[in-house]
Structure formats: structure tokens, C-alpha cells
């Protein structure tokens, strides 16, 4: 059990959301910018540099189900606050590199980084360090994250205006250096206390087990295919709007109302009080798949269809961090959050794969039909896990 459970403070929230902007574009959103010129100076492709992202994706789902038990054993979270050092180690190879073996390296050291500090690990921290109140601050938190591809891609193309990318890797990661450890470390410092590991019982363990019984398995089968489903879409978004015959002026207006869409419905979910995790997820997978729908019907809705979709996506991201607490509480959480995230991690990676050679081999619309179709299965998903909760006694 938690030793103390501590009061959430608009601070400590603000401090944990610039962490993520920084973390989150110092890798996966880094290559939207340092891509074309890596590409123009190493002669690599299109697919050789993005393989890079998915090889880091696979390494952070392998790895998040170890750092979960860390997390959870040891008193003093040390697993956030050094996740700065390991991605700069990172970026540094990164820059450094002459050969895409090299490259792919550097990659794996920034997968190891994304588990140690991205959304599952802090989400299980702050779990363990909030108790019941971590839903509103897991809200506050990715609100202020969803700035990062807006915030990370300005300050990247501002430096690769003066610098090479090389360069960009290397400074980048002295900001990762001088900002990711003190800003976790105010957050979860805890004066007077060492790295001391907390005892693990049998019982505890057994306890852990009986837990993965079929919720366990219906919620990692829901957030996988909600994981495939958002991440195939995005990713082709502007492939999809283009197939509608859209000029490509009106596909890049059209796709920048997906940021703000998915940062609207956090601040709703601020303004409005909290109903049942479990009640959103069924609310997200509705708007996720009747964002899919408008996508595939005719362009005057696309810009309909990219909000709805946004906003879907932005209850998922949340999703993420209170549906496994709804559900299972506050104890083992940390363990439970970080398992759960390692196959949908793994999925995210290897969707890119998938779907370019679906839309290669048969076509866009295709494409969409079946995720459609997935989006669909997930919400069926949802109201077995709303049923099950209920047989198993936990209030919604």
C-alpha cells in the first residue's frame, strides 16, 4: 500500500506537462522535422528513417512491464527523473551517427527513454502518488501535453533554420539535460527518504495474478485495438483527405483542427464533472468511429470527421490512465498500467507496417472500412467491460 497519498497541485501538474511537451518532442514527434534533412544527407529512405520509431515503440512496450514493478517496488520514483538523461544519451548517438546501424541504436536508447517517462510510466506514478485523485490530475496533465507537437515542432524548425540537424540533436538534448530531472524531481521528491524497496508479499503477489483474470484481458484487447485504430488513422490523414480529391491547401487546413480538437475535450472534461471512466470509453469509441465515418464520405464533412475524431482521441489518451484505476484501484496499479500498455506499444509499432501495405494493395477506402469495422468491435468491447464490471460487483 501507498505510504501517504498526496494533494494534487496546479504546480506539480504544470511541471509534469512541460516534462511531456519536452519528452514527447524529443522523440516521437522529433523526426516530423529533423526527417527530410536526415534523409538529404545520409541518402537513408523514407521507410529506413521511420523504421527508427517504430524499432523505439517496440523497445518501450518491451520494456514498460519491468519499469512498472520498479515503480512500484521502490519508494523514491528514480524511473521518471532519469528518463531526460537516457533519451539525450540518445539523441546524442543520434546525431553522431554515420551509419544506419548506429541510428537504430540510438533509437533503441530513446525507446528505453519513452517507457521510462512517457504517458504509461507517469500515469503509474501518479496513481501510486494520488490515489483516488488521479483522474483530474492525469486530465490537467495530458492537457497541457497535447501542446507538444505544436510547441517541440516550432522550437526544432527554428533551430534547423540556423543549424544542422546534427546540431539540433545535440542541443535538444542539453535541454532534456537541464530541465527533465529537476522538473520530476519537484514533483516527486520526498525529503528524508532513501531508494529503499518495499516488501512484496505472496499474498500480494497471488493478488496480482487473480487480477488478470478476463477484465484484465478485455481492457488490453480494447486499448490495443484503440491504439491500432487512432494511430492508423492519424498517420494516413493526410493520405485519406488527399483521396477525396482535396487540394493539398485544404488537406493541411482540414488536419490542424486535430490538435486543438483533442486539447477541447480535455478542457471539458475539466469543466464538466467526472462521470464513469468506463461511460467515456464508450462515448470515445462512438466519436472515434463516427469520425471514420465522415472521413469516408464526402470532403464537405472532412473537417467534421477530423474534429470528431480529435476529440475521441483526446478522451483515449486519458482513458489510458483511469480506466485501469476505475476498475482495478489504486493498489498494483502501477504494475497493472504498465502491462497493459506493452501490447497496444507494440501494435502502435508495427501499424505503420500494415496499413501502408493495405492501402498499397487495395486502396484508401478499403482501408477505412476495415478500421471502421475495428472501431466498431471496440465499442462491443466496452459495453462487455461495463457488464463485466457490473457481475464483478464495481460500481460505475
Not at 303 to 319: D, E, F, P
Amino acid at each position: 500500500m501507498p505510504s501517504e497519498i498526496a494533494k494534487p497541485s496546479y504546480t506539480n501538474n504544470a511541471a509534469l506537462g512541460i516534462a511531456q511537451i519536452l519528452l514527447w518532442g524529443g522523440s516521437y514527434f522529433i523526426l516530423s522535422v529533423l526527417s527530410k534533412p536526415i534523409m538529404q544527407e545520409t541518402c537513408w529512405s523514407y521507410q529506413m528513417v521511420y523504421s527508427a520509431l517504430s524499432l523505439a515503440l517496440l523497445i518501450s512496450g518491451l520494456v514498460l512491464p519491468r519499469i512498472g514493478r520498479i515503480i512500484d517496488a521502490y519508494d523514491r520514483n528514480y524511473i521518471l527523473q532519469y528518463a531526460g538523461v537516457v533519451m539525450a544519451c540518445g539523441l546524442i548517438l543520434m546525431g553522431l551517427s554515420r551509419h544506419f546501424v548506429l541510428y537504430l541504436i540510438s533509437w533503441t536508447i530513446i525507446g528505453i527513454a519513452m517507457g521510462m517517462g512517457l504517458y504509461d510510466a507517469l500515469f503509474a506514478s501518479l496513481g501510486k502518488k494520488y490515489g483516488p485523485g488521479t483522474g483530474k490530475v492525469i486530465v490537467q496533465v495530458t492537457l497541457i501535453a497535447s501542446l507538444a507537437p505544436s510547441i517541440s515542432w516550432y522550437l526544432q524548425s527554428l533551430m534547423l533554420d540556423t543549424y544542422s540537424w546534427r546540431t539540433v540533436c545535440f542541443i535538444y538534448a542539453a535541454i532534456l539535460l537541464l530541465t527533465i530531472f529537476p522538473l520530476y524531481n519537484f514533483v516527486f521528491r520526498q525529503p528524508g527518504t532513501t531508494h529503499t524497496k518495499r516488501t512484496v508479499s505472496k499474498e500480494t503477489t497471488t493478488s496480482l495474478g487473480e487480477l488478470k483474470g478476463q477484465l484484465y484481458y478485455l481492457l488490453l484487447v480494447h486499448f490495443t485495438i484503440g491504439a491500432v485504430v487512432t494511430t492508423g488513422i492519424i498517420i494516413h490523414l493526410i493520405d485519406i483527405l488527399s483521396d477525396k480529391s482535396m487540394s493539398m491547401t485544404a488537406v493541411i487546413g482540414t488536419v490542424t483542427f486535430l490538435g486543438p480538437s483533442q486539447a477541447g475535450v480535455r478542457v471539458l472534461e475539466l469543466l464538466i464533472s467526472r462521470k464513469s471512466s468506463l461511460l467515456s470509453a464508450v462515448v470515445s469509441g462512438i466519436a472515434i468511429m463516427a469520425g471514420i465515418l465522415l472521413l469516408s464520405t464526402a470532403p464537405i464533412v472532412a473537417t467534421a470527421g477530423v474534429i470528431i475524431l480529435g476529440m475521441g482521441n483526446g478522451m483515449r489518451s486519458i482513458l489510458r490512465g483511469t480506466l485501469p484505476l476505475e476498475i482495478f484501484g489504486q493498489e498494483k496499479y502501477a504494475l497493472i498500467i504498465s502491462k497493459l500498455a506493452r501490447m497496444p506499444l507494440i501494435a502502435q509499432a508495427l501499424t505503420p507496417i500494415i496499413t501502408g501495405w493495405l492501402i498499397q494493395q487495395f486502396s484508401v477506402s478499403v482501408f477505412l472500412y476495415i478500421f471502421c469495422a475495428l472501431a466498431f468491435i471496440n465499442i462491443i468491447l466496452c459495453c462487455i467491460i461495463i457488464k463485466q464490471t457490473k457481475k464483478n460487483g464495481i460500481r460505475i
